[in-house]
Antibody, heavy 116, light 107 residues
Framework: EVQLVESGGGLVQPGRSLKLSCAAS????????MHWIRQAPTKGLEWVAS????????YYRDSVKGRFTISRDNAKSTLYLQMDSLRSEDTATYYC?????????WGQGTLVTVSS | DIQMTQSPASLSASLGETVTIQCRAS??????LAWYQQKPGKSPQLLIY???SLQDGVPSRFSGSGSGTQYSLKISSMQTEDEGVYFC?????????FGSGTKLEIK
């Protein structure tokens, strides 16, 4: 059974940093692209970043380029999202997901709140 | 970026009723479309991919159709457990983009 478990969310002040993790199990992690998708409270879904199976290619939405870094450790079957210079508009539940063109499996999400 | 426009924003349906949700892309996405269901407090679940392929484990009352810029999700016989918010998503080009969602409730 595919499982994705996010951790690392919490309350953080604007301008500070936070690192999210996503522990994967139940599939061969190193064979699949991975993604971070967020959802602001009572809002819709917004793709944040993606990484190729090897980690050699990464993609970001414009609003997080230069502030967020997606990475992976295939030996540990873990996905990461380093978030720097956080803004209030980054407040959301962050989901990790696996898939190619679409997102077949999702974690339960971790809430990030950016507020002073 | 490809814009995805979903309609309606909300609807209510009776048990057993057929429900249709529409999604329009700002350009041709060549069937690169997926549908998700999200229940309150839960993560989204993939229902349909490639515009019309049913994800494993999804009931056959769900179906997807469309081409070009116009797509639809149909629930052939509304059940209580189908309440939730439905999102479309284009997977043709980066960045992947989602529709704004359709909230479906039981009448």
């Amino acid at each position: 059974e595919v499982q994705l478990v996010e951790s690392g969310g919490g309350l953080v002040q604007p301008g500070r940093s936070l690192k999210l993790s996503c522990a994967a199990s139940g599939f061969t992690f190193s064979n699949y692209g991975m993604h971070w998708i967020r959802q602001a409270p009572t809002k819709g879904l917004e793709w944040v970043a993606s990484i190729s199976p090897s980690g050699g290619s990464t993609y970001y939405r414009d609003s997080v380029k230069g502030r967020f870094t997606i990475s992976r450790d295939n030996a540990k079957s873990t996905l990461y999202l380093q978030m720097d210079s956080l803004r209030s508009e980054d407040t959301a539940t962050y989901y990790c997901a696996t898939g190619g063109h679409w997102f077949a499996y999702w974690g339960q999400g971790t809430l990030v709140t950016v507020s002073s | 970026d490809i814009q995805m426009t979903q309609s309606p924003a909300s609807l209510s349906a009776s048990l057993g009723e057929t429900v249709t949700i529409q999604c329009r892309a700002s350009e041709d996405i060549y069937s690169g479309l997926a549908w998700y269901q999200q229940k309150p407090g839960k993560s989204p679940q993939l229902l349909i991919y490639g515009a019309s392929s049913l994800q494993d484990g999804v009931p056959s009352r769900f179906s997807g159709s469309g081409s070009g810029t116009q797509y639809s999700l149909k629930i052939s016989s509304m059940q209580t457990e189908d309440e939730g918010v439905y999102f479309c998503q284009q997977g043709l080009k980066y960045p992947p983009t989602f529709g704004s969602g359709t909230k479906l409730e039981i009448k």
